[in-house]
């Protein structure tokens, strides 16, 4: 009777009850870790799901509170379109209403309190970048279809009296209205100036109220619209019109009349339409977040799985005395599978209460997108949704289940004409003979999957593939170790190695069935960590080496990133090519370009482009060709031409400044910037199509000699304006891109660091048990002369034999998933393809780590089976 | 004495001469021509044409040497196992012709174990452990815990419900194990070697209580095992050999 039967059991309980949770208190410490795994990945899916779903819901909520009740947006990117088309639009049949948007994003850079005379030169500098979204409506006819921007003059809270001119503030040419966000995030009040940036002055509006109906968080400005037009360089310009229809006017007929109206490239998108943009901005992202995220849930299920292998393992013959005593193996697969549910409503619970408060302190922290830029001007505060709780409960509870299930349906086949024999150890473990077919059936099956292409933008069928290939390599361990340890066995029979070296190789290749499938963690774990490395090194390596391409020059400056007012004049431009020290200047303007309503636009990029070598600015890939005579050469980047099936030598027609144009596609290049994709176009073409082209950024070449801090210094001195421009060399650009990218995969790095604890724990869940088993085989070992050190010995050197099995094949399959995750969940998530880059020395070490590790598992699991003395107080924990 | 029955299940047919038979008294259990082979590779002839009646109440012991078979024809018996030859027939009804969840249910509600290494779980208290077959059988908890301590007041263990299994001597864990078999009713208990751990006191304690309780409640027990003294409690006592099952003095 071992020891732990003087623990004082349970009184009253339940038999049934008792059972199973005596398979937990048998080992408590194997129990705690698979409530750790599936608490880990629980609290990561859920995290992950509350932040993108908090601030998708928020986004969307914004999308749809400024189309309000109109059903078209009419939108055509940064650039806008002529202004006449409203009036055309307006006086459309179909169209009961249509309101003309202005709406522009500009830099903050100063604020001045009443008293202050309105001075660039007076107020307040704000020390950060500061943005503002600003709209100008046409206030009588936007009041139709969204009376929720509606300024009031004045404060909100009603503290201040309205102004006696509140007319004359609501159509004011220099007055502003605020959202309270926005109050708050340029800490300002009612009657405070805040100085703008449009292109090289300052423009100083009064905030003359706020915006009572805009909803918490968003951060909003709105001014007249011919104030704004004004104001913003925008005159006879506008961004959008939100269209209402007259009754019963059907969605066909209006699309077509109004398209008959409106200039080529303006979008006609529905409330829907913007949404579903918002939303595919970021899919790939987020469910990429995900499926991560479900990996270490699925590690989780492995070691689920090797747990509850040893468990039932260790436990057959009192499962062989309950089917003897009349449970059915019904009866007997619902006791384990709830006890595995215990542990898996455990995890799961732990998780939840993990994922929430991960997902509340990162929002705190990074914000919606975890710094990944992909909802803007918004701060959402976490909201729990009680369903996606649900959810990842039950995908806890379904992981453990999972996990438990072949275990446990292997036990309720258990022989019973043994269950009678005297020893309990004897009752025979039905031999688990390594098949092959199973484990190659389900890799083909994984291979052609992969072949398959992604459904609705999500690499689905890749996603099965990886999952295949994992099982199909963990289905296969059994027979593949048991191959390497007969050789090995083999040659060490011929070679004249120490004993215990001997007895290690000779255990290693009788080991039971249920060892090897107990490498099944060992070979999930390294999988995942070999996966996970190389794709994150090929992609760190892909990027190092493509800033490395659209970086050429010495110096890149740029105006107020991410505003629409920021640009660099013409005298600018000149001042910059006669500053000495600069030997050529390259000038960039960047736009968008819609092309389909559900998608987010496409990114324009003007540069100058030699098109008889486009490669020497473009990271091209494949071979350019040369446009043919009359053909404007556009250079789609590889997102943009997977997306919109582009082709090298093709000609599409585009709506570029306002007209359709035939364009000849005459390269691809590679970009890592933006997954929904960018057409490069040369910007002298770019400006005889639209003629006021503004220019935001400039690439400076410097002269032999000089230095780049001397030409900034220069700069400084001479340049009117210099303060509104940011000037950076392009390491430091490679080195912020290269830490924004580690911190994008540092998630990776927490299931690589998961994968190992799992790993480990499946090595050391396997040798205690085994050890256990074999305490007599030990004692007769003793009895022979062996020492304690030569045992411990032989305990690593098994430990080595088994984690460098484990290590070989879930190297192999994690070298395979990784294959897969560059070669095609990539491309077909974000659009971009990468080259491969193994990192050999770091794969290297971590096998070597994991095998180092397992051997001192190994001895340290065995160490009780192997004590002077101590069988009394032997336990099957670790 | 070879031992030889006719086979009850194949009733000759009544004479519309004759006057009608009485009826006959239907077994509990009775085994027919069975015969078991060991191996898959080379199968080994275990025993052949055992024939064996087993009647309410009544208690046989089975001895012969290891690896004779004993504990296989108590499997084939509690439908654990199935013969290569012949027919186990428990209440009227072949056991080959069970369903896995027919058979568990037999031994659920009809059969008790008693085993040499006990089989107690640790875990359980006593109490629990004398209630498992009850709750197997779907009882509810209360009432399978409060008929588990009559049980084992029955064997000599009142009171003792809420002890741990590891402080309990051997003759003691047999008693529990006796309990366990007990507490259900049922028709048959089925003894595999029930004092091969014990030492000679307490096996024969624990041979006492086998018959006095079996017979106060009308169970049929057969029981195997190596020891003449066991042997000699019995109603009959057979010896197993490859040969067959031949009856022996009880004595």
Redesign the interface.
Known sequence: ????????????????A??I??GL??APGRALAVVLAIAIGVGMGLGIYLINRTALDEFSGAVQFLIGEADYELHAGRDGFDESAWARVARLPEVAAAAPVVDVTARVERKARPAGAADASQGEAYPERRMLRVLGIDLFRLARLNTRLIPMAGSASGAAEPSRDSLADLLGADTVFLSAAALVELDAQVGDRLGLRVGDSLRWLRIAGTLPGVPAGQRLAVMDIAAAQWQFDRLGVLHRIDVKLAQGVDDARARRAIAAVVPAGVDIATAQDAERRTSNLSVAYRVNLNVLALVALFTGGFLVYSTQSLSVHRRR??LA???????????TVSLLLAEAGVLGVAGSLLGAMLGVAAAAAAIARFGGDLGGGFFPGIAPELSVDPAGLVLFCLLGVAAALAGALLPVLAAARVP??G??????QDVAERAIRPRLVPGLALLATAGLLCLLPARDGLPLAGYASVLLLLLGGVALTPAIGRAVFIRLDRIGDRLDAPAWMGLAVARASASSGMTRLALASVVASFAVMVAMGIMVSSFRDSVDRWLVTVLPADLYLRTAAGSDTGWLTSDELEALRSTPGIARVEPLAVGTLPLDARRPAVALVARPIDATDPGARLPLIGQARPAPPGLLPVYPSEPMARIYRMEVGERRTLALGGQSVEVFVAAIWRDYARHYGALAIDLEDYRRLVPGVRVSDAALWLAPGASASGVVERLSRDLPGFSRIEVTEPGIIREQSLRIFDRSFAITYLLEAVAVIIGLLGVAATFSAEALARRREFGVQRALGMTRGAIASQLALEGVLFAAVGAAVGGAVGGAISLLLVEVINPQSFHWSMDLAVPWALLVSLAGALVVLSAGTAVLAGRAAIAPGTVGALREDW | MRHRRARSATLPVPSPILPAPAPPVTALLELVRVGKRVGHSRPRRLFTAIDLRVDAGSLLAIVGESGCGK??L??LM?G??RPDEGQVVFGGEDLAGLG??QA??????R?G?V???F?L?????L???V???L???GSP?RA??ARADESLAEVGLPGRG?E????LSGGESQRVALA?ALVHRPALV?A??PT??LDPESAAGVLALLRERTREHGVACVMVTHSTTAAAIADRAFRLGHDGLTEVAAT
């Open positions: 009777m071992s020891a732990r039967g003087a623990r004082s059991p349970r009184v009253g309980a339940d038999p049934l008792a059972f949770l005596s208190r048998a013959s009192q005395l309950l089917r003897t005593l009349g449970a059915t193996r019904a009866m019973l004409a269950a009678l024999r005297a020893q309990p | 504990s296989t108590l499997n509690a654990l196992d896995e969840a568990a249910r037999l031994r659920r509600e059969i174990f085993f040499q290494a089989h779980l640790p875990h359980l208290t109490r629990q452990n209630a498992l077959p709750r197997l059988a908890s399978a815990l809420d741990a299994v590891a402080v366990r089925l595999d070697e091969g751990n």
